[in-house]
Structure formats: structure tokens, C-alpha cells
């Protein structure tokens, strides 16, 4: 058995995988960073407070989703 080669592409395999992550790492990042501007504009637009918490809950739900599916890909 060719060890030098398997052991290549286990190495391509293991960069793939670093890559993935820190792409997704950044994706979360991303998202955490909107949902905070997007509170922030919704304070600044005065947004009635129980249309406000709706809105949030939507987005915080939305975000949540979507860094969850990152971290579940990170696994």
C-alpha cells in the first residue's frame, strides 16, 4: 500500500475540512453581526414595542436557524 498517498489524501481532506470551517465560522460571524444591526435599525426606526418584539423573535428565530445549520455542517 502507497502510504506516502494515502497519507496525501488524508492531508487534502483535513485542509478541505479547515477550510469549510472557517467558512462557516465566518457565515456566523456574518449573521451575528446583522442580527445586531438589524436591532439597532429597528431602535432607531422606533418600531412599536409589541411589533418590535415580533419582528425580533422572527429574525432571532431565522438567525438562529441558520447558525445552527452551520454549526450542525462544522460537526
Do not use: F, P, W
Not at 487534502?12 to 472557517?22: C, D, S, T, Y
Amino acid at each position: 500500500m502507497d502510504y506516502t498517498k494515502e497519507l496525501s489524501n488524508i492531508e487534502q481532506k483535513v485542509g478541505n475540512a479547515k477550510i469549510e470551517k472557517a467558512k462557516l465560522e465566518e457565515r456566523i460571524e456574518h449573521l451575528k453581526k446583522e442580527q445586531s444591526e438589524i436591532l439597532e435599525k429597528l431602535k432607531t426606526e422606533k418600531v412599536e414595542e409589541g411589533n418590535l418584539e415580533t419582528s425580533i423573535e422572527e429574525l432571532e428565530m431565522s438567525i438562529q436557524k441558520d447558525i445552527e445549520k452551520c454549526q450542525e455542517t462544522l460537526k
